[in-house]
Nanobody, 124 residues
Framework: QVQVVESGGGSVQTGGSLRLSCTSS????????MGWFRQAPGKESEGVSCITPGSLSTSYADPVKGRFTISRDGVRNMVYLQMNFLKPEDTAFYYC?????????????????WGRGTQVTVSS
């Protein structure tokens, strides 16, 4: 499996912000749709966001629309998730994920590969 590394998680209070980052030393993200999904303890994984190559389009799950912004930097081979106005229900492990080559974002539940995740905790 391709090694994808996330960073930027942490603990914040309700209303706070965090920026998650994702990179890989093994794979250039340029040609892939990239995204994030999350999983809270005892719950199924939930797709969060996706961005197509060249940042031509983005998609978001309803619970994060208007609060989260996904972006990518081809020069640095990075994908970001800016999370604002965080809520306790955003608490989860967040995973950076890769769509199969040539696939657009489509649904936010199917991914080819992902990293080990980074913990986000939002306290009330």
């Amino acid at each position: 499996q391709v090694q994808v590394v996330e960073s930027g998680g942490g603990s914040v209070q309700t209303g706070g912000s965090l920026r998650l980052s994702c990179t890989s030393s093994e794979l250039s993200f340029d040609a892939y749709s990239m995204g994030w999904f999350r999983q809270a303890p005892g719950k199924e994984s939930e797709g969060v966001s996706c961005i197509t190559p060249g940042s031509l389009s983005t998609s978001y799950a309803d619970p994060v629309k208007g609060r989260f912004t996904i972006s990518r930097d081809g020069v640095r081979n990075m994908v970001y998730l800016q999370m604002n106005f965080l809520k306790p229900e955003d608490t989860a492990f967040y995973y950076c994920a890769i769509k199969p080559f040539g696939q657009a974002c489509g649904n936010l539940h199917e991914w080819q590969a992902w990293g080990r995740g980074t913990q986000v905790t939002v306290s009330s």
